[in-house]
T-cell receptor, first 111, second 113 residues
Framework: GESVGLHLPTLSVQEGDNSIINCAYS??????FIWYKQESGKGPQFIID?????DKRQGQRVTVLLNKTVKHLSLQIAATQPGDSAVYFC??????????FGAGTTVTVRA | DSGVTQTPKHLITATGQRVTLRCSPR?????VYWYQQSLDQGLQFLIQ???????AKGNILERFSAQQFPDLHSELNLSSLELGDSALYFC????????????FGPGTRLTVT
């Protein structure tokens, strides 16, 4: 499953498929980006981060891609599992000591 | 478990009242950040402290204040509470206070009736 375009609030994906969550950020001066996963009733959980001097970074089953030209960030989740169902937020650091969060994408994994 | 702790987990109070939310950062982290999460506003940055000093301020109302103590725990004080203050309040911490790599606590759910 893939959320295309700037941002879709929901994404439904079949278990075992790959997921792609997209995010458009606002400030071309931002030099740090981070993805969080938030499950119902819990705080945001760090997934993966990337600095602006990189285009790609891989973690365990996750990959973050950064396209500075179009100010676009994406999170790819390989072999999506039911436990991946959550709201995913991207956030950027504009060099002002804080994170600015996107609206979030709700991912639902179908069995 | 992020290592950031917040108390209380839930808080129900009436309009006009004052409450204090508490946060303990991860061991070794010098900076704490407070965020408000409501259904229609998403995650909004309120304020940041680094090693006891205020470093950055966001959309924090004048009725709200915070501080960070010498042992690095932080408190967020909300006064003259209004119905619209009902939200989840999260604390995050980081090592260097530059805004990167923040780890969030479980949050305090505030309900104002």
């Amino acid at each position: 499953g893939e959320s295309v375009g700037l941002h879709l609030p929901t994404l439904s994906v079949q278990e075992g498929d790959n997921s792609i969550i997209n995010c458009a950020y606002s400030n071309s001066a931002s030099d740090y980006f981070i993805w969080y996963k938030q499950e119902s009733g819990k705080g945001p959980q760090f997934i993966i981060d990337i600095r602006s001097n990189m285009d790609k970074r891989q973690g365990q089953r996750v990959t973050v891609l950064l396209n500075k030209t179009v100010k676009h960030l994406s999170l790819q989740i390989a072999a999506t599992q039911p436990g991946d169902s959550a709201v995913y937020f991207c956030a950027e650091n504009n060099n002002d000591y804080k994170l600015s969060f996107g609206a979030g994408t709700t991912v639902t994994v179908r069995a | 478990d992020s290592g950031v702790t917040q108390t209380p987990k839930h808080l129900i109070t009436a309009t006009g009242q004052r409450v204090t939310l508490r946060c303990s950062p991860r061991s070794g982290d010098l900076s704490v950040y407070w965020y408000q999460q409501s259904l229609d506003q998403g995650l909004q940055f309120l304020i940041q402290y680094y090693n006891g000093e205020e470093r950055a301020k966001g959309n924090i109302l004048e009725r709200f204040s915070a501080q960070q103590f010498p042992d690095l725990h932080s408190e967020l004080n909300l006064s003259s509470l209004e119905l619209g203050d009902s939200a989840l309040y999260f604390c995050a911490s980081s090592a260097d206070g530059l805004g990167d790599e923040q780890y969030f606590g479980p949050g305090t759910r505030l309900t104002v009736t």
